[in-house]
């Protein structure tokens, strides 16, 4: 008999919706009945592609003896912290203010059931002692003594929880903030080179994680100091190193969340999209500044596997894919050397074994994990092929064994759609398409886009989540800012007034029923949101952009591109509010320094009135390099329902090109030479 939970959108709670556990969504009607009945809430939450949400739940919530305890002692709550990162971003903080240690998932904790406020907090806890953990069992019985026995101190602690929660998100003195200098511009890369780890590139040891807002500061610091070598180097390394690890998926395209050793070679081999629409960014923009072949090989391989896996039929980007497969942590993924030796002819398996390591140890518990041992030089001088026959042989084998792979049982796709990372996708869609001149990219990312516009914009207001045609849930701080920034990379490539019409509806609702007027910035929830024992407003980057870093930088381009003061006045006061933070913490914050960097250096928008078919052409030169401090929208000249910023801006011949930088406009310029001698 299925729990509450059988009706969610959530795949993550559908998963444990045939649990013994009494499961509730989080809910009015849950939190009411812990109240009515003075039991503590067990709050777990987790995401469905978590490894270890997934040991807990066949450990202990499918179990009939733990799921009696439960049901007996507590309110079960199960959230999905993908649709509510609002709850995991409070009781993240709360765990690490109870625990002085970092979280994760699962998230476990006991709130009472009087305000909602947490007593305790853990995360994954084994069904039986081990790891110098309690058992799950023992832990529920303690934490029923402890609540019926300490209602006081339990009642004063969540006071001090409370002031703790405030005083994390507290804005700080900002009375220096008045020049808001280029110091942490300089600082991050002082850090940036601290942390970075030279033998295999990236910016710590094992496990690592990609960071790509780290690379993208790293290549956006080279444009602006050429002669700074070293930062370009960093960021290719890591590129490099990546692209060649078994954190890439050499068959099938895009990236796993991290890798587990030092080389990049064994990840966690669940798939999120937001890491792919991210990095898809960074080896484009890479591509541009190097024109390494591989960064652009793979930031194709990353769009055609979003296309061919995690594009839904209707046009959104579904979220995530599992880790696991028949149980098993990267079973999918892993192959026996007989098996490959089976599939392939003679050629092409010596080829293959040399190319990743089968010649080898294995790599992960008895199998082989495809990583990149020998580049094709090195394959062709030792097999005394030429390169050419290199890639022609490798192409032929990995036909087959991807053919292969794809008969094996799948892992498990989350097929929720978040407004938020789709828009993260949206924008690495946009910029891979237009650097690469891949339109199947562009039209992927327009498909999205539209998805977006026709199911979770409703009322002029956006919905955070969608599954099987149900839209929910009021959006967060992240999603309205990640869609503004997204609309403006496709509108670089292809121009839609409708689109950029719905951009500034995103951002007037952000200055509406987000911004902090007081003391600047943005909370995460709107001013009409679900009443929480805390609304949050946090500065720093985590595993995606800041919100209030994307919505500074995405304000600042749109108001310079439509000279609108109010957006460049709120992206300045989000500046000054975390401008403590900046100065204290730079790596932390890359997103903010995008802002930043582009408050002192207003961003070079140029214009392009005339012709499709040559104004096309105009724009694909000018796209040709890397300018990241660059926005070039062509516009039909038969259009006329334009903002007077771009109306005044008017078609004359062919084409024409108006540079303009801040509040300064150069004259018109009709040649495509002249326009590029001016650029220089």
């Not at 832990?139 to 002031?163: K, P, T, V, W």
């Not at 900046?582 to 005339?610: K, T």
């Not at 004359?652 to 300064?664: F, M, P």
């Amino acid at each position: 008999m299925p729990n509450r939970l059988i009706d969610e959108t959530s795949p993550y709670l559908q998963q444990h919706a045939h649990n013994p556990v009494d499961w509730y969504p989080w809910s009015a009607d849950a939190l009411a009945l812990a109240e009515r009945e003075d039991k503590p809430v067990l709050l777990s939450i987790g995401y469905s592609a978590c490894h270890w949400c997934h040991v807990m739940a066949h450990e202990s919530f499918e179990n009939e003896g733990t799921a009696a305890l439960m049901n007996e002692l507590f309110v079960n709550i199960k959230v999905d912290r993908e649709e509510r990162p609002d709850l995991d971003r409070i009781y993240q903080n709360a765990h690490q203010l109870l625990s002085q240690r970092g979280g994760g998932w699962p998230l476990t904790v006991f709130l009472s059931p009087k305000n909602q406020v947490p007593f305790f907090a853990g995360t994954y806890f084994p069904n039986k002692p081990r790891h110098g953990l309690i058992s799950f069992s023992d832990l529920l019985h303690r934490i029923s003594d402890f609540y019926r026995e300490n209602l006081d101190s339990i009642e004063e602690q969540g006071s001090r929880m409370i002031a703790a929660l405030q005083d994390m998100d507290a804005p700080r003195d900002t009375a220096n903030t008045a020049a808001l200098g280029t110091e942490p511009l300089q600082s991050v890369r002082r850090q940036l080179e601290q942390s970075f780890e030279p033998g295999h590139g990236g910016f710590s040891s094992a496990p690592k994680f990609p960071h790509a807002t780290h690379l993208e500061r790293l290549l956006r610091h080279w444009a602006v100091h050429p002669d700074d070598e070293p930062a370009l180097e960093m960021a290719r390394r890591t590129l490099e190193n990546m692209g060649r690890g078994g954190i890439y998926d050499q068959l099938g395209g895009g990236f796993c969340r991290y890798s587990v050793d030092e080389q990049w070679m064994i990840p966690h081999f669940e798939k999120m999209l937001y890491d792919n629409g991210a990095l898809q960014a960074v080896y484009a923009w890479a591509w541009q500044a190097t024109d390494e072949p591989l960064f652009r090989t793979i930031a194709l391989g990353i769009g055609h596997w979003v296309m061919a896996e995690m594009q839904s039929p209707e046009g959104g980007y579904y979220s995530a894919l599992d880790a696991d497969s028949e149980g098993e942590e990267g079973r999918f993924y892993v192959w026996d050397k007989a098996e490959v030796k089976a599939l392939l002819e003679n050629d092409e398996f010596q080829l293959i074994s040399l190319r990743y390591g089968l010649d080898g140890m294995p790599n992960f518990e008895g199998h082989w994990h495809l990583h990149v041992y020998r580049e094709l030089l090195e394959l062709a001088e030792t097999l005394e092929f030429s390169e050419a026959q290199c890639v022609k042989v490798l192409a032929s084998a990995h036909a087959k064994l991807f053919k292969t792979r794809e008969q094996r049982v799948r892992p498990v796709r989350d097929e929720k759609i978040l407004g938020g990372w789709n828009a993260l996708m949206v924008k690495g869609m946009a910029i891979a398409g237009r650097t690469l001149d891949e339109p199947a990219l562009i039209d992927s990312a327009e498909r999205a886009l539209d998805f977006i516009h026709r199911t979770l914009w409703r009322d002029g207001r956006l919905l955070a989540t969608c599954k099987d045609d149900k839209a929910h849930l009021m959006a967060y701080l992240d999603d309205y800012a990640y869609l503004i920034d997204a609309i403006l990379e496709l509108l670089q490539v292809r121009w839609q007034s409708k689109t950029l019409h719905w951009a500034c509806e995103l951002a007037d609702v952000l200055l509406e029923h987000f911004e902090d007027r007081e003391a600047g910035g943005f909370y995460f929830t709107a001013d009409d949101h679900e009443q929480l024992i805390h609304r949050s407003r946090s500065f720093s980057d985590d595993a995606t952009p800041a919100g209030n870093g994307i919505a500074a930088y995405a304000l600042a381009r749109l108001g310079h591109l439509l000279g609108e003061t109010r957006y460049l006045e709120a992206a300045e006061r989000t500046l000054k509010a975390a401008w403590p933070a900046l100065q204290q913490h730079p790596a932390a914050h890359n997103s903010l320094l995008l802002a930043l960097e582009e408050y002192h250096q207003p961003p070079q928008i140029i214009i392009l009135r005339g012709e499709s078919s040559e104004m096309e052409n105009w724009r694909q030169e000018l796209g040709k390099s890397y300018a990241p401090g660059r926005m070039v929208f062509a516009i039909d000249s038969a259009l006329e329902d334009l903002p007077e910023a771009l109306a005044e801006k008017k078609p004359a011949g062919k084409t024409v090109a108006y540079i303009c930088e801040g509040t300064r406009c150069l004259p018109a310029v009709r040649s495509l030479k002249k326009l590029k001698s001016q650029l220089k």
